[in-house]
């Protein structure tokens, strides 16, 4: 393991202190892709290099990861990675393809489920522990890093779907016609994700995300049966064992993207925050999540807008969630075509919140 001792000290806490159940100076606000395709330095930088290259490259992640920070008054990094890396460590092929995003060229099937390559499959994943601890040092305690996974129900679609998909219709399928089968990929891919997670956090992540992002392909049912056992051994799991190695307590959001008819079943998780999508109104939000920590929920798209209303949309979203247990976000992620003087407003407006 890369040795991770001696890390600069933490500057920027108003994360922590939201999950404390403390009270910050200012909300804090970081945002979902923020260092990516928005970015022209991004742009410019995967003119050299490819996506996985990144990924796969301690000093090009940590380099990339800091980009955001740099131009702007966030108040987390999140390391660069992608969900797709846990399907590459399983054995399968992903390619980026412009213009289409990842691609799984020979998607999982039933007759191949055994020749997913679980045995050392996080540990192949080292090179993302290693990224975060570089990372760790270069930010010399401006902020603090989030690492992050793909959830189970999220990459089991990928895997079978090939890439991203409109409808997901394939993966239902496989949860209404080979349940069993299912469950069984869910397993393998929770049991990699939670050693995973724990890689990080001994590399040095001071914040675990989980992204459910297919979310919103499932009905209620089947996603009480597909993905919340598997979100919550993710939960359990990945704590108890960051316990047993003496590691300080990491806190870990889980963002459902369209689970917004789960929120309820949520809040059972264990889960320290809960993210938010955009079509969620923060008081129903609220409503439902009763006393949980919350994170979102501006719509994207919201972005676009002139800086006024981005202003004025900061301020009715904060009054809607209030101004205690919240951390400020978008709803997902930043979309390629944002402006960045509007991100600094965006940002900017957040900050200027009387608490």
Not at 109 to 128: F, K, M, P
Not at 159 to 168: N, Q, V, W
Not at 318 to 330: D, E, H, R
């Amino acid at each position: 393991m890369t040795s991770k001792q001696n890390f600069p000290l933490l500057q920027n806490d108003r994360i922590l202190k939201v999950i404390k159940g403390e009270k910050p100076d200012k909300l804090p606000v970081w945002i979902m892709r923020q260092a990516g395709r928005h970015l022209p330095e991004f742009v410019e930088f995967r003119k050299k290099h490819d996506f996985f290259e990144i990924c796969q490259t301690p000093k090009l992640a940590c380099e990339v990861t800091l980009m955001p920070i740099r131009r702007y008054d966030l108040d987390a990094a999140i390391i660069f990675s992608d969900i797709l890396v846990i399907p590459q460590a399983l054995g399968l092929k992903v390619e980026m393809k412009p213009g289409l995003g990842p691609v799984i060229p020979t998607p999982l099937t039933v007759d191949t489920i055994e020749n997913l390559h679980s045995d050392g499959a996080a540990d192949r994943l080292r090179y993302v522990g290693e990224a975060i601890t570089l990372t760790r040092h270069e930010l010399g305690g401006k902020v603090p890093l989030i690492g992050f996974s793909g959830a189970p129900w999220t990459l089991f679609g990928y895997m079978i779907e090939g890439g991203g998909s409109k409808t997901m219709s394939k993966a239902k399928k496989w949860l209404y016609e080979y349940p069993e089968e299912s469950s069984k990929v869910l397993d393998i891919l929770t049991n990699v994700i939670i050693d995973y997670l724990v890689i990080q956090a001994e590399y040095g992540a001071q914040v675990l995300q989980v992204f459910e992002s297919s979310a919103e392909y499932l009905n209620r049912h089947l996603f009480t049966k597909f993905a919340l056992p598997y979100l919550k051994k993710i939960n359990i799991e990945v704590k108890r064992k960051i316990k047993e190695k003496k590691i300080e307590y990491i806190p870990i959001i889980l963002f459902a993207k369209g689970g917004h008819f789960s929120l309820e079943d949520q809040t059972e998780l264990g889960y320290d925050v809960l993210g938010v999508d955009w079509t969620v109104e923060p008081q129903i939000a609220r409503f439902l999540t009763k006393n949980s920590i919350l994170q979102g929920n501006l719509d994207p798209c919201a972005l676009y807008a002139p800086k006024e209303e981005i202003v004025k949309l900061v301020e009715n979203m904060v009054a809607g969630f209030g101004t205690s247990k919240y951390i400020v976000n978008l709803g997902h992620g930043i979309y390629p075509d944002a402006d960045i003087e509007k991100v600094k407003t965006f940002i900017d407006a957040v900050h200027n919140v009387t608490l």
